[in-house]
């Protein structure tokens, strides 16, 4: 029997996106976007669809993970806002087969 996933009416981000900006523009250089589908040490790369169905507590863990990455590359922290927003648009709250 398949496992049902719940779409719960949240849309999480796939991409970090770092801007360093002077005067409003941004720098040369940046911005600079990370792929969270991608591999960096302890995590496999990963398809849209396996993302979909990490729980929050592992989605939460692999977002911090490639904040962390992010900061060693460019020398600066990002913020977690925006990277769950709640989207029953395109996330309807329904029960889907893998």
């Known amino acids: 029997m398949s496992t049902l996933y719940k779409n719960t009416g949240v849309a999480r981000?796939?991409?970090?996106?770092?801007h360093r900006k002077v005067d409003g523009v941004d720098i040369t250089g940046y911005p600079v976007t990370f792929d969270l589908l991608t591999a960096i040490s302890g995590y496999s790369v990963i398809t849209a669809s396996d993302l979909r169905k990490l729980s929050d507590a592992e989605y939460n863990a692999r977002r911090d993970a490639f904040i962390a990455?992010?900061?060693?590359?460019t020398g600066y922290t990002a913020s977690?806002?925006?990277?769950?927003?709640?989207?029953?648009?395109?996330?309807p709250i329904e029960y889907v087969t893998p």
């Open 69 to 73: 990455y992010a900061a060693i590359q």
């Open 13 to 18: 981000a796939s991409k970090l996106v770092i």
């Open 80 to 91: 977690t806002t925006g990277s769950v927003v709640t989207d029953v648009v395109s996330c």
